[in-house]
């Protein structure tokens, strides 16, 4: 199996290149922020529960993430494998990802970061909430709150999948095709 964590911050543009790397590698994709917009939408327990942190561009609390993720993985049996989008965000979320695919005896390939300067993420993000009808996209201090949880409790992620050389960093700036191509490469050593 081929499983990719697709990382970088709110507005690298994980969600539209995730797009594209399902469609060339067949990949399912399990992306933590889609899932909980589902619940909300939906109005379900987890929706109301996740509500509260997702207005405030806070982080849900691992336990309820994690339940979501597993549940999910073994929702979706005989596939070829998985893009994680935006998950794992912490270090206790890594590890718990591990454990799960470990249990279907298959580890993840490879990391993916996406670097994207705060200036251009902070443009995309206030771009996007005018069609995205997302809430924590247009308020500004939401968004900065965003950027600062990343830096704050997300960034170490990456240093969990660099010490098992696990790890590449794409420029997240220029044209879509011409990141997904780099981004290729990458996947393409993995496989
Ligand atoms: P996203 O669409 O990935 O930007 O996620 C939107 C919001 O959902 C985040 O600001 C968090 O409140 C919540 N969320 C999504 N994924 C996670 C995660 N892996 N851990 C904690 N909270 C998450």
Same mark, same amino acid.
């Given at each position: %199996?081929? =499983?990719?964590?697709?990382?970088? *911050?709110?507005? @690298? &543009?994980?969600? /539209?290149?995730?797009?594209?790397?399902?469609?060339?590698?067949?990949? =399912?994709?399990?992306?933590? &922020? !889609?899932?909980?917009?589902?619940?909300? =939408?939906?109005? /379900?327990?987890?929706?109301?529960?996740?509500?509260?942190?997702?207005?405030? &561009?806070? +982080?849900? *609390?691992?336990? #309820?993430?994690?339940?979501?993720?597993?549940?999910?993985?073994?929702? /979706?049996?005989?596939?070829?494998?998985?893009?994680?989008? &935006?998950?794992?965000?912490?270090?206790?979320?890594?590890? $718990?990802?591990? @454990? +799960? +695919?470990?249990?279907?005896?298959?580890?993840?390939?490879? %990391?993916?970061?996406?670097?994207?300067?705060?200036?251009? +993420?902070?443009?995309?993000?206030?771009?996007?909430?005018?069609?995205?009808?997302?809430?924590?996209?247009?308020?500004? !201090?939401?968004? %900065?709150?965003?950027?600062? #949880?990343?830096?704050?409790?997300?960034? *170490?992620?990456? $240093?969990?999948?660099?010490?098992?050389?696990?790890? $590449?960093?794409?420029?997240?700036?220029?044209?879509?095709?011409?990141?997904? =191509?780099?981004?290729?490469?990458?996947?393409?050593?993995?496989?």
């Amino acid at each position: %199996m081929l =499983n990719i964590v697709l990382f970088g *911050p709110p507005g @690298a &543009g994980k969600g /539209t290149q995730s797009e594209k790397i399902i469609a060339r590698y067949e990949l =399912n994709h399990i992306s933590t &922020g !889609d899932l909980f917009r589902k619940h909300l =939408n939906e109005g /379900t327990e987890l929706g109301l529960l996740a509500k509260k942190y997702m207005n405030e &561009g806070n +982080l849900v *609390p691992d336990s #309820v993430v994690i339940g979501m993720v597993d549940e999910k993985i073994k929702s /979706t049996p005989g596939v070829k494998g998985f893009i994680f989008d &935006g998950f794992p965000r912490t270090v206790p979320q890594a590890e $718990a990802l591990d @454990a +799960l +695919l470990s249990s279907k005896g298959t580890p993840i390939s490879g %990391m993916v970061a996406l670097d994207v300067p705060e200036n251009e +993420l902070f443009k995309r993000i206030k771009e996007r909430g005018k069609t995205s009808g997302r809430a924590d996209d247009q308020d500004n !201090d939401k968004v %900065m709150n965003r950027i600062k #949880v990343y830096n704050d409790e997300t960034l *170490p992620v990456a $240093a969990y999948y660099k010490k098992q050389g696990k790890y $590449a960093e794409i420029y997240g700036i220029g044209e879509i095709d011409e990141i997904f =191509n780099k981004i290729c490469v990458e996947i393409d050593r993995w496989k």
